[in-house]
């Protein structure tokens, strides 16, 4: 499968406690972006990657939310001291950038429940 | 970013066509719009995109109308397996705005 990975598919944690998940993207897609969704809402753009560099981040949702993509490859989205309002589906997606495209493609989602 | 309205839930059968329509009143002269589908679980998947007039791909078709303020997406004779949500969106870069969709229930 050469779509966008997502892992893991499910995490549970106890407030307060960091977790970090992992996206791997399509392998030529220079573009990786993460959402965050949840239940009965359309996913909400949270930070976005341009090879290694990230060039938007306004949109993360405090300062206990933190991404890298250290190589231009995976990406990962940390969140710090977790609370129970971070559960939801945290999505990445990936695209080429390619003028005015906004075909992006999105994994499956790690789901996340703090309890 | 341009604010874009659709309705909340449509129902349908097997073998109709489904027009969802998307109002999208201020739309700027360099935006796209797009349509993503998403079902449970999943993340949302690239149907269709298109600037002006009509697009269609195997999967959908997209009417544009001169004005750009709205757009349609059609379904050709839907199945169940068309039940989902589907997000319009206007955008001309990666900061893709969804707002809740359509949810389509396609009935036997």
């Known amino acids: 499968d050469t779509g966008v990975s997502q892992d893991p598919r499910h995490k549970i944690t106890k407030r307060g406690q960091n977790v970090t998940f992992r996206c791997d993207p399509i392998s030529e897609h220079n573009r990786l972006y993460w959402y965050r969704q949840t239940l009965g809402q359309g996913p909400e753009f949270l930070t976005y990657f341009q090879n290694e560099a990230q060039l938007e981040k306004s949109r993360l949702l405090s300062d206990r939310f933190s991404a890298e993509r250290p190589k231009g490859s995976f990406s990962t989205l940390e969140i710090q001291r977790t609370e129970q309002g971070d559960s939801a589906m945290y999505l990445c997606?990936?695209?080429?950038?390619?003028?005015?495209?906004?075909?992006?493609?999105f994994g499956q989602g790690t789901r996340l429940t703090v309890v | 970013l341009a604010k874009t309205t659709q309705p909340i839930s449509m129902d349908s059968y097997e073998g109709q066509e489904v027009n969802i329509t998307c109002s999208h009143n201020?739309?700027?002269?360099?935006?796209?719009i797009t349509w993503y589908q998403q079902f449970p679980s999943q993340g949302p998947r690239f149907i269709i995109q298109?600037?002006?007039t009509k697009v269609t791909n195997e999967v959908a078709s997209l009417f544009i109308p001169a004005d750009r303020k709205s757009s349609t997406l059609s379904l050709p004779r839907v199945s169940l397996s068309d039940t989902a949500v589907y997000y319009c969106l206007v955008a001309n870069d990666y900061k893709l705005s969804f707002g809740a969709g359509t949810t389509v229930t396609v009935r036997a």
């Open positions: 298109g600037y002006k």
């Open positions: 201020n739309i700027a002269t360099n935006d796209y």
């Open positions: 997606a990936s695209s080429l950038a390619q003028g005015l495209n906004t075909e992006a493609f």
